[in-house]
């Protein structure tokens, strides 16, 4: 059996906040905008948002010091400005953190939890949560995802219940327009690892299945050309793609690249979606030995070859190095072998086969 979970009513396309966010009137009189420092009020997204919550008569708060890889910190200071300002539902609007840390304000908001319990639950329900992406990433808009920085574990940890799927998401490809280059990469290759790691987990469904493969169809034929001028209709087949793969990971969930990704990115400041990108082409060695027919799939629609074509492509738009010691190697592979995304890979994940993908790095 499988289930098939997406309660998030979704808006999609170019002025979706000005033809359709009268519906935010049904969430209450106060909204707190969650966001980082500068980006939401550069896109656009910021003022589309303000502009629709002024012609609905709905007053508002803003929190803008969300920073990347968001911590516990953060979200505890802004529920504690969200209560004091007596908001009813907050409005995360960025990439993955200010998605991510909106989701966890609005929980907070109506949770008196510690930091033992911010992860494990049970939780009453938050806030309501509206979502507004301005890169072509994470997906968290249609996710019960939130990924947080914690300092008690010495990695990234992920705050998961269906309470935390977003009420709204307003999804407008125009807010990409601005989004540079490496921003670019990153993000599509994180929105293509939830794609491919959900069509490969163990957890994958005949639902989710099919978002995935179209979720591909979106991105393939843009593989090459991230890193040049994006013009809007690639940018719309990205976010769009960014969007399913994230429906994707709400029923699947993520596998080894996410859950080696985290500690490159914990203890080596790589962004999350290079972090992916430098561990994909091994991961996808892993699965040609126990899901071949998927592998092959996964080839066909990207319209390449094989792993060698898929790793030449990987090396051009990531040219990273990383200097990792045997010390370092085996602190992220303890780290890594407990967590979910290890039980959900389609292999046999032992501590050898994560230090070893580590290993190839260097
Ligand atoms: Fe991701």
Redesign the pocket.
């Known amino acids: 059996m499988f289930t098939y979970e997406m309660p998030t009513k979704l808006f999609f396309g170019k002025n979706c906040i000005a033809q359709s966010g009268d519906y935010l009137a049904q969430l209450g009189k106060k909204a707190l905008l969650v966001t980082g420092h500068h980006s939401a009020k550069i896109n656009g997204s910021q003022q589309a948002i303000l502009d629709t919550l002024q012609q609905l008569g709905i007053s508002w708060a803003i929190f803008d010091e969300v920073e990347n890889n968001p911590s516990i910190l953060t979200v505890r200071r802004a529920a504690a400005f969200a209560k004091a300002e007596q908001v009813d539902f907050v409005i995360a609007v960025g990439g993955?953190s200010p998605m991510d840390a909106g989701k966890v304000i609005a929980l907070l908001c109506t949770n008196e939890i510690d930091d033992v319990q911010l992860f494990s639950g049970p939780y009453k329900k938050p806030l309501p949560i509206v979502a507004v992406p301005t890169t072509s990433?994470?997906g968290s808009e249609v996710t019960k995802a939130a990924i947080l920085t914690n300092p008690h574990a010495g990695t990234k940890q992920s705050v998961t219940d269906p309470l935390l799927f977003p009420s709204m998401a307003f999804v407008d490809p125009t807010f990409t327009m601005g989004v540079s280059p490496v921003v670019t990469i990153d993000t599509a290759i994180?929105a293509l690892?939830?794609a491919v790691e959900g069509y490969m987990s163990n957890n994958s469904t005949p639902v989710s299945d099919v978002w995935a493969e179209e979720a591909m169809h979106f991105i393939g034929p843009h593989l090459t050309e991230l890193g040049s001028d994006v013009s809007y209709a690639a940018r719309e087949d990205l976010m769009y793609a960014s969007t399913l793969a994230g429906i994707v990971i709400a029923q699947s969930g993520?596998t080894l690249i996410?859950g080696m990704g985290y500690q490159l990115t914990y203890y080596k400041g790589f962004t999350?979606?290079r972090a992916?990108g430098m561990l994909f082409p091994s991961y996808m060695y892993l699965m040609t030995e126990t899901m071949p027919d998927k592998v092959e799939r996964v080839w066909d629609i990207l319209n390449l070859d094989g792993l060698d074509e898929f790793t030449n492509i990987m090396n051009k738009l990531m040219p990273d190095t990383i200097q990792l010691t045997e010390e370092d190697i085996d602190c992220y592979t303890k780290l890594t072998m407990p967590t979910r995304a290890v039980q959900a890979t389609a292999y046999n994940v032992t501590a050898d086969v994560i230090a070893s993908i580590y290993r190839q790095l260097r």
């Open positions: 993955g990433g994470t994180d690892s939830h993520t996410h999350h979606g992916n």
